[in-house]
Nanobody, 128 residues
Framework: VQLQASGGGLVQPGDSLRLSCRVS????????VAWFRQAPGKQREGVAC????????NYAESVRHRFTISRDNTKTVVYLQMDNLIPEDTAVYYC??????????????????????WGQGTLVTVSS
């Protein structure tokens, strides 16, 4: 299994950015992919989750209504559309995956230990 995250960069507050996570080596219709982030000096936190097992999504409260997780038509690329970015969104963003499962439960977003497969991080900096 390989995950490759991309799309990070430097943006200003209020701007938008879209991250991509390309997933390979997993069943297309039976995996759960989540985005996590880690800011300097802080613990890793879950951001959003997408499951192709049951077509569910879930979000951390801190990003709900600002971030949108989606997949391309092949379901092998998972996007994180981030709108109305604020400085507190500055972090290294990681995508992670596991076979099967669902995003129905909140710990699918919050529990990093549930995910055995991780990609490299991509840095998002929100600053004026």
């Amino acid at each position: 299994v390989q995950l490759q995250a991309s799309g990070g960069g430097l943006v200003q507050p209020g701007d938008s950015l879209r991250l991509s996570c390309r997933v390979s080596g997993m069943t297309t219709d039976g995996n759960t992919v989540a985005w996590f982030r880690q800011a300097p000096g802080k613990q890793r936190e879950g951001v959003a989750c997408s499951s192709s097992t049951d077509d569910t999504t879930n979000y951390a409260e801190s990003v709900r209504h600002r971030f949108t997780i989606s997949r391309d038509n092949t379901k092998t690329v998972v996007y994180l559309q981030m709108d109305n970015l604020i400085p507190e969104d500055t972090a290294v963003y990681y995508c992670a995956a596991l076979g099967g499962w669902t995003c129905h439960f909140d710990d699918s977003v919050s529990k990093a230990g549930r995910y055995p497969h991780w990609g490299q991080g991509t840095l998002v900096t929100v600053s004026s």
